[in-house]
Structure formats: structure tokens, C-alpha cells
């Protein structure tokens, strides 16, 4: 039996039903009526192994940074998502930065040339901000939009129509960008979007963490909710590299002679209190070297571990292994075997 208080329940309802198929009939669906664009990647790279997540939107308007997974991986007033490779040679290897839907080029400028900028001494970079990019236009009020391109690599002009996944150009270093990275930002009805979350950027911490109305399909969706935690590269040297080489140069040479011999390792995204072990095996399967470095008080966007000593002279394939300690939890472990002496590369 109904009583009074339940009879105006479903009464109530049914006004709301009506009231939402009116405003369906005069104005567009609103963005939480809208199924997802199921967007994809705006990268044809192994995201983990040669292209990273380096930093995401900022969601929060106060002078507080937050990322979308609630995290810090981002910085005031950044408005997408950027997805790196390891350094400026790596430009040659030609990424590809492809549509993230099928959509309408409406804008789009090449020519600017790939470099690290360097805010003490570099040019003015005002209007040209993004480098060389494109704009694209979506169904449903969603428009993309893709920065820091490889000079001369762009592969379609305004009134192109692209399928999501059709290359557009390659991922560069131009405008104002201090790593090689390609950077995406959505717009949905004219409102810069964190397409993760599917939220307007600016909304605060209420708005991080919770992806079931995200833009992006379910495997994209999956892959940008891990840790941006990453060793990028490890090696062997005679000194330590310097990160700011790293990023221009690309790794440094191997070591010429056993003393001394450092092992590196450079990685992003590094949260406070976790550590590196660093192992290094001989030729013949000795532990040389087993340490692990301090904890760091304060998480790194960019980090570089590093440690070594005297080693026998003993020519041969050595191997280095590296893990990323977070607690008492592995996060990351990377591999690499390298020749010192006679056959060095
Ligand atoms: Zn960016």
C-alpha cells in the first residue's frame, strides 16, 4: 500500500522526468547524459617503455597542485596531459602523436624548432607556447589539442578529416616545452576538461581519483590510472651523468677504464620515502656492488641515483639491475647487461 509520503515521491520523479526531457528537447544532452567518446591515446608508443606519462592536468584552482589519481604528478595551472619520451635524440626515432577520435583539423602550425627551453636564458616563447600544434574538433562539443610537435613532422592541414588513430605528426621539443613530450588537452563544450576523470579542470580534490565518467576507453583509461612512477634509463659510467645532459645528449658513454665505475639510473615521478637498490654482477655472476641509496625526503619529478667504486679489471658483459623501492613494494625493476673492455660499443 502506497502511503502519502511514497505517493509523493513518484509524483516528484515524474516531474523531474518530464523537466529532463524538455531541456533534452531544448538544449543539447548535457555532458553527464553523454555516453563516453572512448577516447584513445594521443600516442602510438608502449607507454611504460619508450614513452612515459611525465605530468597530468592540474584539477585543483588553488594554489595547491593536484593531479587527477589525487596525486602531485603535475604543477600549478597545467591544463593536460604530457606524455614524454626519454630525450632530444629520441625525437629522430619519429613517435607518433595520432587523433584521439575521429574529428575535423581546425588549426595548425609547423615550423617552430625543437629545443629544450631553458626559462633563464631563453627566448620569449608568448603565443607560441604549444610549439608547432593542432586542433581538433570533435562530435559533441569535444575539441583536442596537441602540443610541442616535431618541427616539419606535421601530416595533415585545417579541413583534414582523421580517424581516431590516424597520425598527425611526431612527438617534438617545440615551444615551451624542457623535455621532449607531446601535450594533450581536451575541451568539451568549451570547458578545459580533465578527460580522465571527465570533470572540468579547476573543480578541486572532489574531483580526482574517480574515473567512471572518464573520456577515454577502458585500456586507456586503465594505463593512465597507474603510478607515473618510472625508471626511465640505467647504465654504466666513469662519472655520474647530469640529468640536464641526459634529457639533451642522451645517455653518456660507457666507462672506459674500471676506476671508477658508477651505475645510474634516472627515473620520474619518484614519490618521497622510496629508494633504489642498485646490483651489479660480473662476468662470471659476482655480486660486485648491492646498495641501496637514502630515501628521499621529498618526491622528484626528475631523479638521479647513482653509485659505485673500484672495479677489478675484468673485461666482459656485466649486469646491472635496478629497482624502485617504494615501502616494502617493488615498483619498478629494469635489467641491463653492458660491456666493459675489449668489444666495448
Ligand atoms: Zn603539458
Known amino acids: 500500500m502506497l502511503t502519502l509520503k511514497s505517493l509523493c515521491a513518484a509524483h516528484s520523479r515524474h516531474g523531474l522526468l518530464a523537466m529532463a526531457i524538455l531541456a533534452a528537447a531544448s538544449s543539447p544532452a548535457r555532458a553527464q547524459d553523454r555516453s563516453s567518446p572512448n577516447l584513445g591515446l594521443p600516442v602510438d608508443c608502449r607507454l611504460g617503455e619508450d614513452c612515459f606519462v611525465q605530468q597530468m592536468p592540474d584539477v585543483d584552482p588553488s594554489e595547491q597542485a593536484v593531479d587527477p589519481l589525487c596525486g602531485n604528478a603535475t604543477y600549478q595551472g597545467h591544463d593536460g596531459w604530457d606524455i614524454r619520451i626519454r630525450t ?37 616563447a608568448a603565443g607560441k607556447e604549444c610549439g608547432n600544434g593542432l586542433l581538433v574538433e570533435h562530435a559533441d562539443g569535444l575539441v583536442s589539442q596537441y602540443c610541442h610537435l616535431k618541427e616539419g613532422s606535421l601530416v595533415v592541414r585545417p579541413g583534414a578529416r582523421v580517424k581516431k588513430g590516424d597520425r598527425l605528426g611526431s ?32 573543480l578541486g ?67 618521497s620515502e622510496s629508494f633504489f637498490r642498485l646490483r651489479l654482477v660480473d662476468p662470471d655472476g659476482r655480486t660486485m656492488m648491492n646498495v641501496e641509496t637514502k630515501s628521499l625526503e621529498r618526491r622528484k619529478a626528475n631523479y638521479l641515483a647513482y653509485a659505485g667504486g673500484k672495479l677489478a679489471q675484468r673485461e666482459g658483459e656485466y649486469g646491472l639491475q635496478v629497482d624502485l623501492i617504494s615501502g616494502s613494494k617493488t615498483i619498478w625493476s629494469t635489467t641491463r647487461s653492458i660491456l666493459i673492455g675489449q668489444g666495448e660499443r
Do not use: Q
Not at 584521439?100 to 620569449?124: E, L, S, V
Not at 581536451?186 to 580522465?196: I, M, N, Q
Not at 634509463?233 to 639533451?248: D, H, I, Q, T, Y
Open 171 to 202: 612527438i617534438g621539443a617545440s615551444g615551451l616545452a624542457e623535455f621532449p613530450h607531446v601535450h594533450l588537452s581536451v575541451r568539451r563544450d568549451g570547458k578545459p576538461t580533465e578527460p580522465l576523470t571527465g570533470r572540468p579542470l579547476g
Open 88 to 124: 632530444l635524440k629520441d625525437i629522430e626515432r619519429g613517435t607518433p602523436v595520432i587523433a584521439i577520435a575521429d574529428g575535423t583539423i581546425t588549426r595548425a602550425r609547423d615550423g617552430i624548432p625543437d629545443r629544450i627551453y631553458d626559462r633563464a636564458h631563453d627566448m620569449d
Open 205 to 271: 580534490r572532489e574531483s580526482c581519483g574517480e574515473t567512471g565518467a572518464g573520456l577515454f576507453e577502458p585500456a586507456v583509461r586503465d594505463a593512465l590510472s597507474r603510478s607515473p612512477s618510472a625508471i626511465l634509463l640505467v647504465g654504466l659510467a666513469n662519472a655520474p651523468p647530469e640529468l640536464s645532459s641526459l634529457v639533451r645528449n642522451g645517455e653518456p658513454p660507457g666507462p672506459k677504464t674500471f676506476e671508477p665505475v658508477v651505475a645510474w639510473v634516472w627515473a620520474i615521478n619518484v614519490e
